[in-house]
């Protein structure tokens, strides 16, 4: 019996996502981006979000962190490598498309490349200054930055700390 690893698709290089951003015509597209090391409620519940805004015809695509650009912002991390990372978003069926990136210079330049309608970030990162810079280059470019408001309040941070003094 064979195993269909269709989901593998969903994994694309950058220029593979501009060739598609040439042909999409009017699909609209949502962006957002982030390390997705343990998914968790919070996540799966941010993503739904962020499909919700390009319907079911639209394109969610995924920028994820690299393990060298997760190990940068948040040392220790990642516990998951960018492959089990990726398999498990990969499995979500909002999830359209994921790009890793290396750094928020990349991001950037990606949004720019392709320019989606629509870019969301958690509410929870609505405040922290490494996210302004990003925020402002972005906005620049996208129809509609949205704050995703947290439906639940948890991280993998928090996460890790329950299991860990369970």
């Known amino acids: 019996m064979m195993v269909n690893y269709s989901w593998q698709r969903k994994v694309i290089s950058v220029s593979d996502l501009q060739e598609l951003a040439k042909k999409r015509g009017s699909e609209l597209w949502c962006m957002t981006n982030g390390c997705f090391d343990i998914i968790h409620s919070g996540h799966v519940a941010f993503l739904q979000q962020s499909k919700f805004y390009v319907g079911s015809v639209g394109k969610l695509i995924v920028c994820l962190n690299t393990d060298r650009s997760v190990r940068e912002i948040k040392p220790g991390r990642p516990y998951n490598s960018f492959p089990e990372r990726s398999t498990t978003l990969s499995a979500l069926e ?13 991001l950037c330049k990606i949004v720019k490349s392709v320019k989606p309608e629509y870019y969301t ?18 906005e620049k470019v ?17 996460l890790v700390d329950k299991i860990k003094t369970s």
């Not at 929870?124 to 402002?136: I, L, Y």
């Not at 996208?142 to 928090?158: E, G, I, W």
């Open 142 to 158: 996208v129809d509609r930055y949205l704050f995703v408001p947290q439906m639940f309040y948890t991280s993998t941070s928090a």
């Open 94 to 106: 909002g999830v359209d498309y994921i790009v890793p990136i290396e750094s928020s210079d990349d």
């Open 121 to 138: 970030k958690s509410g929870k990162m609505s405040t922290d200054k490494p996210f302004q810079m990003e925020k402002e280059e972005i």
